[in-house]
């Protein structure tokens, strides 16, 4: 459901962890929900996105996030979108991508972009 990120131009080629901390935050915008047509960034559920790095240059990442709803069904479909947008990035060799449920999401979560996007402001 996302874009492709090979040709993007926001993409750091870098490995310090704040360079690849932001390009998974690039990524993760580019992931979005299949049931409401705003990336998962802006709709306000990515809690955490922690870089640690590992051998020559690689990274792993651990990435918190929640769904709009308990029961959505789309969460792992998303869960797995995430994961696979994040090890298409470079000096990325893992990922984990945990659901959490606390504190639940709420459309106050959501950045003033989406607000507009879905006409809520």
Do not use: F
Not at 73 to 97: F, K, T, Y
């Amino acid at each position: 459901l996302g874009k492709s990120l090979s040709t993007s131009p926001t993409i750091i080629n870098e490995t310090d962890i704040a360079a690849i901390e932001q390009n998974c935050w690039t990524a993760m915008k580019n992931v979005y929900d299949p049931e409401i047509p705003v990336n998962i960034v802006d709709l306000g559920l990515i809690y955490a996105c922690e870089v640690t790095a590992m051998a020559h240059g690689e990274h792993q990442v651990r990435i918190k996030m929640t769904l709009t709803a308990p029961g959505c069904g789309m969460g792992p479909v998303l869960q797995n979108d995430v994961r696979n947008a994040l090890l298409d990035l470079p000096h990325i060799a893992e990922v984990s991508v945990e659901i959490v449920l606390d504190p639940p999401w709420a459309r106050e979560m959501m950045s003033e972009v989406a607000q507009i996007q879905l006409g809520l402001i």
